[in-house]
């Protein structure tokens, strides 16, 4: 029963809706009235013991209880608490007045045990489930008999929107009842299966909820689902709670607090915890004073930030529409959808894409919080701590970019950290293409922490009790249970660069004996980019890769010894894959060669004549009949590329793979291998005319029967080029500039595009090379020039744009 006195005689129950802000002002309300001499709270009992922690100045929500079966951190469940939920407002008021607080929902052991089934009631609350089976949505019916489409709008309307006036027990009752009549009303209609998990959890509340009352009293306070109250003010005996929790599952559970997420608190996050808003909600909690006009400043704020042009004429206006809109809505006070549109409106010119940003930064919002040292954790989770506090890398639920300059201790400190957790599956940050160029000493890295990552920790606790000596566990079991050499390569690179000495002379074994095994050539190829890859580390992380350069020099001789009799007998899908691969060796052919030539000892140079011998490989590839075109078309433009083929012998090989006896597939695929890579052969075709005509003449040729096959491989190498390099082929193909061959800079065909230099129109940038160059004070230094540039400027303006 619910009680109404100051000082109750019999348990107040107070039903709630779990991380609703209103909900939580009305429980301070009434635990300030009632002065309970207890507070039960929905939750697993084995958190009594870390209940005084809400305490600390440190723990900051949301945060959220972790669960885990010992030794099995993989089985899992979360109860998070929100700033504006009511179980941490009760949590809060019961600490704050000294006075004893106990979590009385079924315990983890349990819910474990049962795979996480005994999930949130209704409310979806936080509860271990994160996808309970749905059923009847009390609060939608609810919604309904009051003539609302939305339980959203009319739980906003009815409860968040409430002023704290009158009796502060009174929602409660109402709740209470009109929770009674849906209980009685829906019967058995809902799911069976949740209908027998509530009955479990309400068996093992009523239980100890009794308990309490002989330890503390009649005087005691409930916080729950509003769904459990009926059931809990219900009579039954002692003997028919027990005998419902008889035979249950029970397994060894370790708890803990650990940070939370308002993104995770979201639904379109995955964790139904029933809030499509926490932002707006942690909002009203915190501003239960003019919160619409709050609201539409930290809106602006946000906006001006991003370079939005938002005044203090756009907050009025947007807070006068919006409650515009409530009053034509029939609503006490401006909700979400209101204060929305009429950002929509006013702020963002009905535009959804800055709307998307507020949704996003406000709406759910990025705020993480944060635990007390003194919480209990595993001995891996407390050397992550020690760590990131001594690199100040602090977790933040924001997305965030940041640089390391891998030549400064500290950030290759943190490079090594993000390298390792990655290792152990904890993916708190996620590499990227540096910003600064191709150099070895710079790292860019995106980061972003989610709650998940603490049960990832957990589980990477079982390889050991330190970062390093977790990650050191874990690459050496992965080594000896790699079956493919490309991953053993890859494992080797991720060893470098998570600085893990001890790893990787196991590493280097397993490396050295399926290499040893492995006679495919492009199994070979594959392997090879990422175990160059890991030699040139040495220089910056100041690690000795000479036994890496051998192993790699021997896996490229075998490589070119290979390669060419691999390359026969392939499909269209084999032959691209080589391809790739073919790109991915002369990449590490050059790194390789480039590494050898710098080394300072003898021991890690590279065996002499390594370009030369992969070039011929090369010419082997570009000259052999018989192979698919694309890896032909490849190898002739790397050759070209590095000035071992000239322009005439590429025009002969190109010449040959056109011509008239070729099938146009074949041709199509040559000429994809040849220009089709990155895009940057368009510009070969922008500069050689003759390469262009050949291409301009063969496809004119190619018959109509043929040429719907081969269109769309043309236009997916042609599409890589940029805009302007296709316009320029266009436009050379229209004037006619194509296949004209040699020709005198007098027959300017395509203007601008002759083979000659033709220093009137070079001189034409002049004036602004100097302009640019703060060279305006030579200009009278250089005046016959400076007249040559002017007349060569007239008719000028399509060079300058």
Same mark, same amino acid.
Request: charged share 25%.
């Given at each position: ?28 309300a ?51 608490? +929100? ?41 979806? *609350? ?9 059923r ?10 009051a ?21 502060a027990l009174a ?14 009303? $829906? ?12 009955a ?33 003010a ?13 035979? =249950? ?25 029933g ?98 040292a +003194? ?6 989770q ?27 201790? &500290? ?7 993000l390298?390792? $957790? ?61 079956? +493919? ?18 790893a ?6 397993a $490396? ?8 495919d050539?492009?199994h ?6 990422a ?37 026969? *007998? ?35 140079a ?8 992969? +070039?011929?490989?090369?010419m ?34 190109m ?18 291998g040849?220009? *089709? ?7 070969? =075709? ?9 291409i ?11 040429? &719907?096959?081969?269109?769309?491989? =043309? ?23 194509a ?21 009137e ?19 009278a ?7 040559s ?13």
């Amino acid at each position: 029963m619910t009680g109404t006195a100051a000082a109750p005689e019999a348990p107040v129950l107070l039903g709630v809706r779990h991380h609703g802000p209103g909900s939580a002002r009305a429980v301070r309300a009434a635990l300030d009235r009632c002065r309970p001499t207890a507070v039960l709270i929905e939750g697993p009992p084995e958190a009594d013991a870390l209940a005084l922690l809400a305490a600390e100045e440190d723990m900051r929500p949301p945060v959220a209880l972790l669960a885990h079966v010992a030794g099995e951190p993989g089985r899992a469940a979360f109860w998070p608490f +929100a700033a504006f939920s009511p179980e941490w407002t009760a949590l809060r008021w019961a600490l704050a007045h000294d006075v004893p607080v106990r979590f009385i929902d079924l315990p983890a052991a349990h819910t474990l045990a049962l795979g996480g089934e005994t999930g949130p009631g209704p409310e979806a *609350g936080p509860g271990p489930s994160e996808a309970a089976t749905p059923r009847t949505d009390p609060l939608a019916v609810l919604a309904g008999a009051a003539g609302y489409d939305d339980p959203e709008t009319w739980w906003e309307d009815v409860v968040e929107h409430r002023r704290d006036e009158g009796d502060a027990l009174a929602p409660f009752e109402a709740v209470a009842d009109a929770m009674g009549e849906l209980r009685s009303a $829906l019967g058995e209609e809902g799911d069976a299966a949740h209908a027998e998990r509530d009955a479990i959890r309400e068996a093992h509340m009523r239980l100890k909820l009794r308990e309490a009352r002989r330890e503390f009293g009649d005087a005691v306070a409930v916080v729950c689902g509003a769904w459990h109250v009926p059931a809990l003010a219900e009579r039954r005996t002692v003997a028919a709670d027990r005998q419902t929790l008889k035979g =249950l599952p029970k397994a060894k559970a370790e708890i803990g607090w650990v940070p939370w997420t308002h993104r995770r608190l979201s639904r379109h996050s995955g964790y139904g915890a029933g809030v499509t808003s926490p932002g707006w909600y942690g909002h009203l909690f915190r501003s239960p004073d003019r919160p619409v006009e709050r609201w539409m400043t930290e809106v602006a704020r946000l906006l001006r930030a991003e370079g939005h042009p938002v005044s203090s004429a756009h907050v009025i206006e947007a807070v006068r529409l919006a409650q515009t809109l409530a009053a034509m809505r029939g609503r006490p006070l401006a909700g979400l959808a209101e204060t929305v549109d009429a950002i929509r409106a006013v702020m963002c010119d009905g535009s959804d894409v800055p709307l998307a940003l507020v949704r996003d930064r406000l709406v759910v919002g990025d705020v993480l919080g944060e635990v007390p040292a +003194a919480a209990p954790a595993s001995p891996l989770q407390r050397d992550l701590d020690r760590q990131r506090r001594t690199l100040r890398l602090k977790p933040e639920a924001a997305v965030r970019d940041c640089e390391f300059d891998l030549r400064k201790d &500290t950030d290759a400190a943190r490079s090594r950290l993000l390298h390792r $957790l990655r290792l152990l599956g904890v993916d708190w940050g996620e590499p990227l293409p540096s910003r600064g160029g191709l150099g070895t000493f710079r790292e860019s890295w995106r980061l972003c922490w989610e709650p998940e990552l603490s049960v990832r920790l957990a589980e990477a606790g079982a390889w050991g009790t330190t970062v390093e000596g977790a990650a050191t566990a874990k690459a050496e079991s992965l080594a000896r249970e790699a079956t +493919a050499l490309a991953g053993i390569t890859a494992l080797a690179e991720r060893c470098l660069l998570a600085d893990l000495p001890d790893a990787l002379p196991v590493v280097m074994r397993a $490396l050295a004996d399926r290499a040893a095994l492995d006679s495919d050539a492009g199994h070979l190829a594959q392997a090879l980019p990422a175990l160059v890859r890991s030699v040139r580390y040495g220089d910056v992380r100041r690690t000795d890769t000479a036994a890496l350069a051998e192993v790699a020099t021997g896996l490229a001789e075998r490589v070119f010894i290979g390669l060419p009799a691999a390359c026969a *007998g392939l499909d269209t899908d084999a032959a691209a894959e080589m391809r790739g691969h073919v790109d991915g060796v002369h990449r590490a052919v050059a790194l390789l060669a480039e590494t050898a030539e710098t080394a300072e000892t003898a021991e890690a140079a590279a065996p002499p004549g390594l370009r030369e011998r992969w +070039a011929a490989v090369l010419m082997v590839l570009a000259e052999r009949d018989g192979l698919p075109g694309g890896i032909r078309g490849r190898a002739a433009r790397l050759l070209l590329d590095d000035g071992r083929l000239t322009h005439e012998r590429a025009e002969r090989l190109m010449g040959l793979a056109l011509s008239v006896g070729t099938p146009p597939a074949e041709a199509a695929a040559w000429i994809e291998g040849f220009v *089709g890579s990155g895009g940057s052969g368009g510009m070969l =075709l922008v500069h050689d005319e003759r390469l262009l005509g050949l291409i301009d003449g063969w496809l004119t040729g190619v018959p109509p029967e043929a040429f &719907t096959g081969v269109l769309p491989l =043309l236009r997916r190498t042609f599409a890589v080029f940029e805009a302007g390099v296709r316009r320029t082929l266009g436009e050379r193909i229209r004037r006619g500039g194509a296949g004209a061959g040699a020709q005198s800079p007098d027959q300017d065909t395509t203007r601008g595009f002759g083979p000659g230099l033709d220093p009137e129109r070079a001189a034409a940038v002049l004036p602004v090379m100097r302009l640019l160059l703060g060279m305006l004070g030579t200009e009278a230094a250089a005046g016959p020039e400076r007249s040559s540039a002017a007349k060569g400027s007239k008719g000028s303006k399509g060079v300058l744009v």
